[in-house]
């Protein structure tokens, strides 16, 4: 079975250009969670889609940061303008069923963006 | 809100020698409880779960039981090997219906031979 599929793997922008990411989830996945991981700390949940609608995107930054999942199969996450602190791994996992708590989460393997 | 409190490494440990890595949490009502892993190079991955109080999650050697009396769910293995050098993060998951999972921080080990 594919695992969960991101790229890019890196990317390096300088600050006030926009970058993009590509989610490709395991198969049959109705959930997809994009998060962010800074250095030395946990990831933290920026945006959970059920099929294609959003569940929860309370921690999404909406000024800059943006998320679609047409057809309720691959994602996309942007972020327009970038800033400096936004410089983090950029983690996709998938679940399969609906988001109860206690379905187990498969990650990707990031994607390093750097922001100079 | 949830939060999770896990100790700060990095942990350096010969091979053979026991593991603990600590893990404390804050919830209300009754969350499920995870260890998630991460290899170098590659993404996260789940290592163990218990979802209710008293239950105790395995795999791969590793254990982790489900303490609500003290809020824990401390990580332990017998005999490190090598190949568990690895970041290990403790998350939780709030009870009643969607509960977005809250991570810890991480806490880095390295087993040498």
């Known amino acids: 079975e594919a695992g969960v599929a991101q790229s890019p793997r890196y990317k390096i922008i300088e600050k006030r250009q926009s970058v993009a990411f590509w989610c490709n989830p395991i198969s049959g996945h109705a959930t997809l969670y994009w998060y962010q991981q800074i250095l030395g700390q946990g990831p933290k949940l920026l945006i959970q889609f059920q099929n294609n609608g959003v569940v929860d995107d309370s921690q999404l930054p909406k000024d800059r940061f943006s998320a679609e999942r047409l057809k309720g199969v691959d994602s996309t996450l942007k972020i327009q303008p970038a800033k400096l602190e936004d410089s983090a791994v950029y983690l996709c996992?998938?679940?399969?069923?609906?988001?109860?708590?206690?379905?187990?989460?498969?990650f990707g393997p990031g994607t390093r963006l750097t922001v100079l | 809100g949830n939060s999770v409190t896990q100790m700060e490494g990095p942990v350096t440990l010969s091979e053979e020698a026991f593991l603990t890595i600590n893990c404390t949490y804050t919830?209300?009502?009754?969350?499920?409880l995870f260890w998630y892993v991460q290899y170098p190079g590659e993404g996260l991955q789940l290592l163990l779960k218990a979802t209710k109080a008293d239950d105790k999650g395995s795999n791969k050697g590793f254990e982790a039981t489900y303490r609500k009396e003290t809020t824990s769910f401390h990580l332990e293995k017998g005999s490190v090997q090598v190949s568990d050098s690895a970041v290990y993060f403790c998350a939780l998951s709030g009870s009643g219906g969607y509960q977005k999972v809250t991570f810890g921080i991480g806490t880095k080990l390295q087993v040498i031979p």
């Open positions: 996992a998938s679940s399969l069923d609906p988001p109860s708590g206690t379905d187990t989460q498969y």
């Open positions: 919830a209300t009502g009754y969350p499920s």
